[in-house]
């Protein structure tokens, strides 16, 4: 009962508004870190980084504020605030892709995009990823679904148009299912003035980007299967495979949406969800692993060696949540909301653990902790929100 209480805290009808708080004060505060830090490396006064996020930190609160109260926010003819909001996404989606082109990823610190890059030539090049360096001299420790999914934007030219295109996809998505077109003017506001969310374009990362696309998958096999997600084991078990070869942390909202409907289902519907799911994997690894010189290589240079010591062990305690959390509440708002906390304390604690090591200073403003991780939590945040105010 205990827990049944503390997990239905944030759900309960009368403590939503707890909920959506929070989850705001965790986006403000991400947001804020980007302002901190950036606006040292250009040189601002500290008076001005602290106006900066007191004026951001204003006027996320207040858009927050205003959109929850409806009846405060101006009313326009549906089809004006439609035309309004695909006219500003056609911008931004303009601006995106000219900021990609210009940006020259050799001159960038941020080595995501040549990291993708390492992982796609371990598919089309033959050469296995993770025994190479890239421009900065760091190795790959991504998944190899993650190369297929920057394949195409490589052969284009540049990995970083995957950034415009999932801003474009998550506009329509965000367009599709608000019945309200106020909530989603909001939801693109709160996207448009997020310098975490800037930050990843610029820097082509494809960390929020894999994310936005798990939790856009989630949506839309609910909607299409509705009562029976698991009406088509086949294409579910291949789905939520090459999801799962993207990055580890989908796993979080993975399990506490579909863990419990896999659970409960038939025998033969686990067996071919198994089938299915193993097959893809194999098919999605063979071309990365064949490219390996030798099994030492193998065993020695592989993402999950290369990524076990990014995060604190103590970290791995949050993923039991995920086990029993589906068992409490069938709510999907509430596994979203659980995935965004969930997402967001992992590379917490991960910070605050670094904080520990070297100092709030090094780890924030030299790169000891790569606060970019915390924005993994943007998109349930988002999610939530439209849900909520819809």
């Known amino acids: ?44 006064k500290v008076s001005i980084v602290v ?3 007191l004026v951001y930190g204003s006027f996320i609160g207040w858009v927050a504020f205003v959109f929850k109260k409806k009846k405060y ?24 892709s000219v900021v990609v ?15 993708l890059e390492l992982t796609v030539q371990g598919i089309t090049e033959n050469k296995y990823p993770y025994s190479r360096t890239d421009h900065l001299g760091n190795m790959s420790s991504n998944f190899p679904a993650l190369g297929f999914l920057g394949l195409p934007f490589y052969l284009l ?26 909530t989603s003017f909001c939801i693109l506001l709160l996207y448009l003035s997020s310098p975490a969310l800037i930050w990843e374009i610029i820097a082509k990362s494809d960390l929020v980007s894999n994310l936005f696309l798990v939790f856009l998958f989630i949506a839309h096999w609910r909607k299409r299967y509705q009562g029976e997600i698991l009406r088509n084991p086949l294409a579910f078990g291949a789905s939520v495979s090459f999801l799962l070869l993207t990055r580890a942390i989908v796993i979080i909202p993975l399990m506490l949406i579909f863990f419990r409907d896999i659970w409960q289902s038939k025998m033969s519907t ?20 064949i490219s390996a ?45 659980y995935s965004a906390l969930i997402i967001f304390a992992i590379p917490l604690i991960g910070m605050l653990y670094t904080i520990v090591q ?10 000891k902790f790569d606060i970019s991780y915390l924005s993994m939590c943007i998109p349930p945040i988002l999610i939530w929100i439209k849900n909520s105010l819809d």
């Open 358 to 367: 070297f100092g709030g200073h090094l780890t924030l403003f030299e790169s």
């Open 51 to 53: 106006l900066l996020i």
């Open 101 to 115: 082109f210009s940006v020259d990823g050799e001159s960038l610190s941020v080595d995501r995009w040549s990291a």
């Open 293 to 337: 010189q030798d099994w030492e290589t193998l065993i020695k240079f592989n993402p999950l060696s290369l990524q076990a010591n990014k995060v604190p062990i103590i970290s791995y305690l949050l993923l039991f949540p995920i086990f029993f959390i589906p068992w409490i509440t069938k709510k999907y708002n509430d596994h979203i909301l």
């Open 157 to 182: 030219g540049d990995v970083g148009y995957l950034q415009v295109l999932v801003f474009a996809l998550f506009a329509f998505f965000v367009f599709q299912t608000c019945s309200k077109r106020e």
């Open 73 to 96: 926010v101006p009313t326009l003819k549906r089809s004006v605030l439609s035309v309004l909001y695909w006219l500003i996404v056609g911008v931004f989606t303009v601006i995106f």
């Open 1 to 44: 009962m205990g827990i049944k209480r503390s997990v239905d805290f944030l759900s309960n009808a009368k403590t939503k508004k707890v909920s959506y708080w929070t989850l705001t004060g965790i986006y403000i505060f991400i947001n804020a870190l980007f302002i901190c830090k950036y606006g040292e490396r250009l040189n601002f």
């Open 270 to 289: 686990k067996i071919r969800i198994g089938i299915s799911a193993v097959l893809i994997g194999i098919l999605i690894c063979l071309p990365t692993f």
